[in-house]
């Protein structure tokens, strides 16, 4: 079954640091999301691109936060620098432009700033 | 403001019963609407669809109901099992290509006893 992966699977880093989060979308899916998901907020979407091209990311904290595209099999997401509020796991997913069959989430990437 | 609500607490049957989840939503007018499936430490895997000009869609167990005069969908799980204790998440998109990214609810748990 064809995957979307995310690195690193776990995170722990100090307040004040970068830090980069990767996603490789499912080959030949020309949208892909982010996601961050708390307990309290429950998934929230950040940002997302189609045909490599940013869309919107106005659930991102633009102070803090960047996502780019640099190619079709690399999405990134970038915190500098990191705060403790940030702690949560960021979910990558990729789709096609047909629907019916949803989206893909990646296993996540679970980021504790501490 | 828009909201989807989906019951934040456990929800507990019996296997072999059929389970019901609900998704409510307001101040939305949703072109469709999606169910996912999520297991602690991963990522949503993608169920079932249904468009608003839908009233029910089955899969196998599984029977999704869209009433847009209500503004509601359920989920139900017929002749449930253990293996289906998991968070529920229902999503809706904003538009008619689902271009906009989906928007989740907190999700319900469910749990199905032996």
């Known amino acids: 079954d064809a995957r979307v992966t995310q690195t690193p699977r776990h995170k722990v880093t100090e307040m004040g640091q970068e830090v980069t989060m990767r996603c490789q979308p499912i080959?030949?899916?020309?949208?892909v999301f982010w996601y961050r998901q708390t307990m309290m907020q429950g998934l929230e979407l950040l940002a997302y691109f189609r045909n490599r091209a940013p869309l919107d990311d106005s659930g991102m904290p633009k102070d803090r936060f960047s996502a780019e595209m640099p190619d079709a099999t690399l999405a990134t997401l970038k915190i500098q620098p990191s705060e403790p509020r940030d702690s949560a796991v960021y979910f990558c997913?990729?789709?096609?432009?047909?629907?019916?069959?949803?989206?893909?989430f990646g296993s996540g990437t679970r980021l504790t700033v501490v | 403001s828009q909201k989807i609500e989906q019951n934040s607490e456990a929800l507990n049957i019996q296997e072999g019963k059929t389970a019901t989840l609900t998704c409510n939503y307001t101040?939305?007018?949703?072109?469709?609407l999606q169910w996912y499936r999520q297991d602690p430490g991963r990522g949503p895997v993608f169920l079932l669809l249904i468009r608003e000009n839908e009233k029910e869609k089955r899969k196998e167990r599984l029977k999704v109901t869209f009433d847009t005069t209500l503004k509601q969908s359920l989920f139900h799980i017929t002749a449930s099992q253990p293996a289906d204790s998991a968070t529920y998440l229902c999503a809706l998109a904003h538009s008619g290509g689902g271009a906009d990214g989906l928007t989740f609810g907190k999700g319900t748990h469910l749990i199905i006893q032996p």
């Open positions: 997913a990729s789709g096609v432009g047909d629907t019916r069959y949803g989206y893909t």
């Open positions: 101040n939305y007018s949703p072109a469709y």
């Open positions: 080959l030949g899916h020309n949208t």
